[in-house]
């Protein structure tokens, strides 16, 4: 069975995941034509119930049914010791009705002939795989949606001309004009003095309008909500961050996940179990009543109204609503076993910087020991965390920068990660040994620690400053005091997450004062500090461990919220592991979700998508089995002792086609929620 398409002649049952491929438009006729065939075979059976002539006919329409349209039923007999599927059962019940009816042939019977059954199982059954693949095909313009909005052709400017040419011809390095109302054709670097202003919506998923200064990125598909602005194309188009974004949801699609596999494995077993009930239901009904042919209709319509259609596409449909959803809000989800793993979510962890916080520290103050000048110390400091990347890094250079003071020669450096650094400084009184950084990284330097100023560890320990130290040739000279502003929409998320019933918490590296500080603002329930990006991992693996309660264990899955950065340990070892970040997170394949901008609050919209997907399959997947549990017995004949009633076959197809598209259309509700 090919995955990805929709044919009309292809099985509704298909288990695929890769509902986002382009299919082409159903055609109608088909089924139509079955339809008017099989309706002819029963209309030839009712007017000329005897005769070897009008039976000959009314099989002679069957067959064309079956021919035309329904070979793969028949193909698929061969699978059901191997891959057997809805077509295998459908395939059986159609050789039954055949089987029987020349048998009665045979013997001179014409009034129990079964080809018009047959030629309606078959009609019913397409007939439902054209409104599938109809329902399936407005999923797949969703998807293509992703992309249609680009500009086909854009504006190069050549010297003083311009001239319009295809998206698919820019090279990096061209310069373009984009209009106001107009998107981005692909990422760019802004020339315009004045900067620009874009709506970025559809890759970060917040509508506010964003203003970029020259030289900065203009993200593909962004829309020009300010004034003209000149470009220089920095990607190729189909290498863009969005089509980045998009691949990733195309590619998670294709990933079966573990709650997908497991219903297939049901699904497999499924067909020969329903072989086996319906050999059964037939043996039966012909015991109790030999003199009627109840017997052969129950048993195809168990066939029949068993197949697990609906069964199959309930998972995939809703996996890909979901990852659909989530794309258009900025959400990537890399790996859709996210979906299943939210339900088993007791713990929320995040990191701090970055993430709780804007991840753009900058110097507070700064204090000496005994009135050292602070002109020194930070230009201390600068010099040997010139080349760094650390946040603190950068703050201490953007400082001493503003301050115009001059960085001097470093050699001998020495990296503490998480701690701090060391080197040799070349000062005008000549070459002293520098350390800048926390107070155990002045202990693994041999400084004494009993001669820490006390004024300045009072004074570190009641701020919710991140502290610096900053000490020359084993001695303390001061303190830089660094601070990062808490992320607009941190308390809030913490607030919801916790109003959920999730523990709250943070993992950071900063002091334990520190910690307490923000932990107490944000109204966390715990945090861990003094954490080193290597230990993160360790820490959540830690809160995993079953905890004992009363005489019960309680097993704790922790969901950690990273920059992805520094933290792909630790998002590797979470249950679930939410990376946050356009660029950066893009590239980490740690993570099972990825945002694609840094907008915290996107966090509480992960949570919320994902426990709607899981929703959404179990309502699918209740869909599904409900109808099989109702269905089987009524086809089995479960109600003729107390009042006659069974199912006709052609009933029992038209009932199993309408449970699929039942499936459908739930998971379509939700993609327009």
């Known amino acids: 069975m090919k995955h990805g398409q929709v044919k009309g002649d292809e099985s509704c049952c298909h288990s695929s995941h890769e509902l986002h491929h382009e299919s ?17 075979s029963m209309g030839v059976g009712m007017t000329s119930p005897e005769g070897m002539a009008s039976a000959l006919l009314s099989g002679g329409l069957a067959l064309a049914v079956v021919v035309l349209y329904g070979r793969k039923f028949l193909i698929a007999i061969g699978k059901i010791f191997r891959s057997s599927d809805m077509n295998t059962l459908i395939g059986i019940g159609i050789v039954a009705s055949f089987g029987l009816s020349i048998w009665n042939i045979q013997k001179g019977d014409f009034h129990h002939l079964y080809f018009d059954t047959a030629a309606f199982v078959a009609a019913f059954v397409l007939l439902g795989q054209y409104f599938e693949a109809l329902i399936q095909n407005k999923m797949n313009e969703q998807m293509s949606s992703l992309t249609s909005f680009l500009p086909q052709k854009v504006r190069v400017i050549s010297g003083v001309e311009e001239h319009l040419v295809e998206i698919g011809q820019l090279k990096v390095g061209q310069q373009l004009k984009v209009l106001v109302g107009e998107r981005v054709p692909a990422d760019a670097k802004i020339l315009n003095e004045a900067g620009a202003t874009f709506d970025e919506s559809i890759l970060t998923g917040e509508s506010k309008p964003v203003t970029r200064a020259k030289n900065e990125a203009a993200i593909q598909g962004a829309l020009n909500v300010g004034q003209p602005v000149i470009l220089e194309v920095t990607e190729a188009p189909e290498n863009s961050l969005y089509q980045k974004l998009v691949a990733e949801v195309r590619a998670s699609l294709k990933v079966r996940p573990k709650i997908q596999q497991t219903v297939d494995r049901v699904a497999t077993i499924f067909v020969p179990f329903v072989v086996l009930v319906s050999i059964g239901v037939a043996v039966m009904w012909r015991m109790l009543r030999p003199e009627s042919d109840l017997f052969i209709q129950t048993a195809i319509s168990v066939l029949v109204i068993a197949c697990p259609c609906a069964l199959g596409i309930a998972t995939p449909t809703a ?35 970055g993430t709780l916080t804007e991840g753009r520290p900058a110097v507070q103050r700064m204090k000496g020991i005994e009135n050292f000048p602070t002109s020194e110390i930070l230009q201390l400091a600068v010099s040997v965390e010139q080349d760094s990347e650390h946040p603190y890094a950068v703050a201490i250079r953007n400082r001493a920068s503003s301050d115009r003071v001059k960085v001097l020669p470093a050699t001998d450096l020495k990296i503490g990660t998480g701690r701090g650094v060391s080197g040799r400084v070349k000062t005008e009184k000549g070459e002293v040994e520098v350390v800048v950084g926390n107070l155990n990284w002045f202990f693994e330097n041999d400084f004494d620690s009993t001669r820490i100023p006390q004024d300045l560890q009072w004074e570190a320990d009641g701020t919710q400053e ?34 959920q019933g999730y523990d709250v918490g943070m993992i950071t590296g900063d ?22 990006p290597d230990e993160k991992a360790t820490i959540i693996k830690r809160l995993h461990q079953p905890k004992k309660k009363g005489l019960d264990f309680v097993h704790h899955k922790v969901a950690f919220i990273g920059d992805g950065v520094n933290d792909g340990p630790a998002l590797a070892e979470a249950h679930l592991g939410i990376a946050m970040g356009s660029g950066a997170a893009l590239s980490q394949s740690a993570a099972d979700v990825v945002l694609a901008s840094n907008d915290i609050l996107q966090v509480e919209g992960v949570f919320k998508i994902l426990k709607s997907t899981k929703s959404l399959i179990l309502q699918n997947l209740a869909l599904g089995f409900g109808y099989n549990l109702l269905a089987i017995p009524l086809a089995a004949g479960a109600l003729i002792p107390w009042n006659g009633f069974s199912l006709n076959p052609m009933i029992a197809a038209a009932a199993m086609a309408a449970s699929s598209i039942s499936v459908l259309l739930n998971s379509l509700r939700a993609l327009k929620s």
């Open 24 to 40: 082409p438009k159903p055609k109608l006729l088909p089924p139509l034509i079955s339809l008017a065939l099989a309706a002819a």
């Open 319 to 353: 996996l890909f609503v979901g990852a659909l959803r989530a794309s258009r809000k900025g959400i990537l989800l890399k790996s859709l076993d996210a979906v299943d793993r939210i339900g088993d979510i007791t713990i929320v962890a995040f990191d701090k910087t």
């Open 466 to 499: 991140t502290a610096i130290w900053v000490g020359v040739d084993k001695k303390i000279l001061g303190i830089i005091f660094v601070a990062d502003q808490i992320r607009g929409g941190s308390a809030q998320v913490v607030a919801a997450l916790s109003d």
């Open 511 to 532: 002091t334990e004062p520190v910690a307490r500080s923000f932990a107490k603002i944000l109204k966390l329930k715990y945090f861990h500090a003094g954490v080193l």
